[in-house]
């Protein structure tokens, strides 16, 4: 009998050594075909949103738009037959909330994507998690931070519009055409405080003068005691930056205190949702800006085709424009993984940057410094007659055409050359 080095009778060092190749060689077999099994089974997607709460009528048509893109990439054969799904999450409109189920999908949920949010400050906790670890976030919220160095990594995407070209487009056309002298009625988070700024950049040019900044919380049901003080002011154009249930609040408050009798109502982000729970009249004449309005499907061609198949999905209801971000989101990425020929983080990052695309709005590409989708913002104008169907809401009076020229610069936001 032999002993080891250990003094362990009949166990020899040769067959420790063979042993533990071996066992080597075993686990190695196993982590490849673990990896094999991942890159054959589905293209996991997940979503957080804030499917309850304020913002949840925006959120529920993040996901049947999303549930879409998937259906339509399933449909054309997936990834070499691998298909994709969908996993949306309430994050609650909470950063905490999302970071919580943002981790969870990444840990339990073993997915290969995260695309959503719809609030500035949970896209940003979303982004934390992410970046961390090297999964690709692709937001669908608008936000001026997620671009800049500090926030950003190479596997953030955002799809979504930001405050800074969102406000300057309306900026541009509202203090050129409706007037100088501005109120701002805004709430009191980084949406209101980044929508604020990206207006008084594009006014400074234009002459356009701040008659005062009135926050608000979010939530708020009664603007009643800030409306006099608005109305005294006499200002042209009172800008009203909110979201979701306060800006249809906001909204018909203002119209119903008689401030449109001498002051014109504008909103960064005309939202469909508010528009038509709020009514026509309270919003009829109100000015805002959008990433997408169904109506586009008069002009543009990937605008109808979108259109038509949303409808088709889902019995005839029409996509709103934080909706058609969520189809945006998600079938950037199903179709970069298709260009890549793999979900590999790294290669779809690569395919991601490659991207030029018209899915839904007309011509888009990601920036290769912050990974902001360049795209349209198009202006609209609220109407209360002369409508074709119910959901002939708003007119297009104007069209901001995709350019770099209307973002803050890659050295503003902190990214080296």
């Known amino acids: 009998m032999t002993t080891d ?62 549930q879409l893109a998937v ?16 996993l949306p999450r309430d994050d609650k409109l909470n950063p905490g909330e999302a970071a919580t189920r943002t981790l969870e999908l990444i840990e339990n949920d073993k997915v290969n994507f995260i695309v959503g949010s719809l609030s500035a400050s949970v896209q940003l906790a979303i982004n934390n998690i992410t970046k961390e670890r090297k999964v690709i976030f692709n937001s669908i919220s608008q936000s001026d931070a997620i671009n800049e160095a500090s926030d950003f990594s190479r596997y953030t995407f955002h799809e979504a519009m930001n405050p800074h070209m969102t406000a300057g487009a309306v900026g541009r056309y509202a203090f050129s055409k409706l007037g100088k002298k501005v109120v701002y009625l805004l709430a009191d988070y980084a949406y209101g405080y980044e929508m604020a ?40 154009i009172l800008c009203i930056i909110n979201f979701g249930r306060d800006q249809q609040i906001s909204v018909k408050q203002a119209t119903d205190f008689g401030l449109k009798r001498n002051t014109k109502i504008i909103v960064p ?47 005839g209801a029409i996509p709103t424009d934080y909706g058609a971000m969520g189809y945006g989101g998600v079938r950037t990425l199903l179709e970069a993984a298709k260009m890549a020929g793999t979900t590999d983080t790294e290669k779809v990052v690569d395919a991601m940057e490659a991207l030029k695309y018209d899915y839904y709005k007309g011509p888009q590409y990601y920036r290769k410094c912050d990974h902001q989708s360049v795209q349209s913002v198009f202006i609209l104008q609220s109407k209360s007659k002369d409508m074709k169907t119910p959901e002939d809401v708003f007119d297009i009076v104007h069209t901001e055409e995709p350019s770099e020229s209307v973002l803050r610069s890659c050295a503003e936001l902190g990214h080296k050359a």
């Open 5 to 66: 080095d250990f003094g362990n009778a009949g166990f020899s060092r040769r067959r420790a050594l063979a042993t533990g190749a071996a066992g080597l060689a075993l686990a190695a077999s196993s982590f490849r075909i673990n990896i094999l099994k991942a890159q054959e089974g589905p293209i996991r997607i997940g979503f957080p949103c804030p499917l309850t709460g304020p913002y949840g009528a925006e959120a529920q048509n993040q996901v049947m738009a999303a």
């Open 71 to 86: 259906q339509e990439f399933n449909d054309a054969g997936g990834l070499n037959g691998r298909k994709a799904e969908l």
């Open 269 to 315: 982000v005309m939202l469909y949702t508010a528009r038509v729970a709020g009514g026509a009249q309270a919003f009829d004449g109100v000015v805002g800006g959008t990433s997408y309005y169904w109506g586009l499907e008069d002009k543009v061609a990937s605008a109808k085709k979108f259109n038509d198949a949303f409808r088709k999905m889902h019995r």
């Open 197 to 236: 700024r990206g207006f008084q950049r594009a006014g400074k040019d234009l002459g356009a003068e701040t008659l005062a900044e009135i926050k608000h919380p979010l939530g708020t049901t009664d603007f009643s005691t800030l409306l006099p003080r608005i109305q005294a002011m006499r200002p042209d």
